[in-house]
């Protein structure tokens, strides 16, 4: 007897794979370090720069040192006030009990309400870093000048980046070291010939090892942003936009803020940080998930530590 190989299998969820587009490449913490507070909010001393002034120092024959008070100040526009994020969502009995091991409805439940935490402070940062009204040292690239016009031989990203660089130091004191675009963004620069020619003919060429031109020329180091976002209505076909957009940062951050230091943005983080609570629901039964940060405040402290490229693409 002859047996029918397709009707003869009930299908069931495969427990071996199972598909989902996760949250990836996300920059702020890299951008926007965490620094930790023990207070919901306060002031940041900020030193003037008397002490970058040229003073008289030489103490004649028989003479005595010049006599200099060295101060600083308390900027009060300077506070930070950390606000509280969360959400949470309930996980019914019946959605755990028809879940088939090993996919796990709390779980996934979770790992959701993170990634959703974790764009939308991406989304803050970049908001904060590529408004104009905040980063005001920039320039705006149009038509011919877009790095990704590379037909027309107008458009010149090496010398847009070098004054940026130039910018950062001259305003803000401290020598670039970051260049922040969207993947986007640095697949046109990575391959346009102006970049591509610096790289030598014995080395394999991809837009990393083009980007690291960049490093190697100007101290930058290369932050490939990945994160994209749904702009669609919930339950609309998705529409994924990138999070960074079309713009280069380029500045100066700290690698560890902290007392007397220096740096173009960070965040502060009312401890204990992000953490994940659970509680009984009782209508409907069953648990509800919350993940929750306590307080965080994302600030640009020294606005002209950064300089913006705006539209560097089309």
């Known amino acids: 007897m002859a047996h029918d190989t397709v009707t003869g ?3 069931a969820a495969l427990t071996t794979l199972s598909l989902r587009l996760s949250v990836e490449g996300l920059v702020a913490d890299n951008v926007s370090k965490r620094i930790k507070s023990k207070k919901q909010s306060d002031k940041i001393r ?5 002490h970058m002034r040229q003073e008289q120092t030489l103490i004649g024959h ?11 100040g308390l900027d009060t526009d300077k506070t930070f006030f950390c606000e509280g994020y969360g959400l949470y969502d309930t ?4 959605e755990m009990a028809n879940y088939d091991k090993p996919l796990d409805a709390k779980k996934d439940t979770n790992l959701a309400l993170t990634e959703i935490m974790a764009l939308d402070r991406e989304l803050r940062v970049a908001a904060q870093l590529t408004d104009t009204g905040i980063i005001t040292k920039r320039a705006t690239l149009s038509g011919t000048s877009q790095w990704s016009d590379i ?4 458009s010149d990203p090496l010398s847009d980046i070098l004054a940026a660089a130039l910018s950062v130091r001259t305003y803000g004191g401290k020598k670039a070291n970051f260049i922040l675009m969207d993947y986007e963004v640095a697949m046109y620069l990575g391959t346009h010939p102006d970049m591509v020619s610096l790289v030598t003919s014995h080395e394999k060429v991809t837009y990393i090892s083009v980007l690291q031109v960049l490093k190697d020329l ?5 932050i ?3 994160g994209q976002y749904n702009t669609a209505k919930l339950g609309a076909a998705a529409s994924l936009s990138p999070v960074w957009g079309k713009d280069v940062l380029v500045g100066y951050r700290h690698p560890n803020p902290g007392l007397r230091t220096w740096t173009l943005g960070g965040t502060f983080n009312w401890t204990p940080g992000r953490f994940v609570s659970e509680w009984p629901s009782n209508n409907p039964e069953g648990t509800n998930v919350k993940v929750e940060e306590w307080g965080l405040d994302e600030k640009v402290l020294v606005a002209n530590c950064g300089y913006l490229i705006k539209a560097a693409i089309a």
Do not use: C, F, Q
């Not at 900020?46 to 008397?50: A, E, F, H, P, T």
């Open 9 to 11: 299998h009930i299908n």
């Open 46 to 50: 900020v030193y003037d720069m008397s």
């Open 62 to 72: 028989g003479g005595k040192a010049g006599a200099r008070k060295y101060s600083w």
């Open 91 to 94: 996980v019914t009995r019946k």
């Open 151 to 154: 037909s027309s031989g107008v």
């Open 218 to 222: 100007y101290g930058l180091e290369p």
């Open 224 to 226: 490939i942003a990945g």
